[in-house]
């Protein structure tokens, strides 16, 4: 099984200072449906983990979450693509929980679920909360400049602050897809 684990605001859709809070708010980034269905056709699974704290701030309710991501499913199918899961911490700061990333909670539970080794499994977003809480699970991470991390493409990966060992930085989705749909095939394990 191949898995991969996207982020959501500023790497799928514009994000916005005060929140995704309805659908008209959900804008797909240009390319971003496109590379979440040439990864689909891959063979790569794709879920999303997502910190939504306007929940557990009264914001936005549940159903306007759920609408929000009819219409993003819509859009995901009308570009032959397809996004399996949705993860969300509701949470905020205060509550102290696990799953608001940086914390690992939101992966761990996506791997229990799907009873995946995240080893493998690349954890995809535009935040660093998103790519350390996906190193910290021990996925590959990968960090997008789009979204507030446009500002570092200026900066060698080297030096973007935070960024956990190993993380590869690639210019927005469209381009992550390219460089991993170009990796060679793992070779078949044997039993010799
Ligand atoms: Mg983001
Ligand atoms: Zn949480």
């Known amino acids: 099984m191949k898995l991969l684990i996207l982020?959501?605001?500023?790497?799928?859709?514009?994000?916005?200072?005060?929140k995704v809070a309805s659908p008209d708010e959900w804008e797909p980034l240009p390319g971003a449906l496109e590379a979440v269905a040439r990864l689909n056709h891959g063979?790569?699974?794709?879920?999303?983990?997502?910190?939504?704290?306007?929940?557990?701030?009264?914001?936005?309710?549940?159903?306007?979450?759920?609408?929000?991501?009819?219409?993003?499913?819509?859009q995901l199918a009308a570009a032959g693509a397809r996004v399996e899961a949705i993860f969300i911490c509701p949470h905020t700061p205060e509550d102290g929980c696990d799953c608001r990333k940086p914390a690992p909670g939101l992966f761990r539970q996506i791997g229990a679920r799907f009873g995946f080794a995240l080893g493998e499994a690349p954890a995809?977003?535009?935040?660093?909360?998103?790519?350390?809480?996906?190193?910290?699970?021990?996925?590959?991470?990968?960090?997008?400049?789009?979204?507030?991390?446009?500002?570092?493409?200026?900066?060698?990966p080297s030096a973007i602050p935070d960024l956990p060992p190993g993380t590869r930085v690639h210019t927005d989705l469209g381009a992550f897809a390219d460089w991993l749909l170009a990796q060679p095939a793992p070779a078949p394990k044997t039993n010799a």
């Open 7 to 18: 982020d959501r605001d500023g790497t799928l859709n514009r994000s916005r200072d005060d």
């Open 43 to 74: 063979g790569w699974r794709v879920v999303l983990a997502t910190n939504q704290s306007g929940i557990g701030r009264g914001l936005f309710d549940m159903a306007s979450l759920n609408a929000i991501h009819a219409k993003m499913q819509r």
């Open 124 to 156: 995809v977003g535009n935040s660093l909360r998103h790519v350390q809480a996906g190193a910290a699970a021990g996925c590959p991470p990968h960090l997008l400049l789009t979204g507030l991390s446009a500002v570092y493409a200026a900066l060698a």
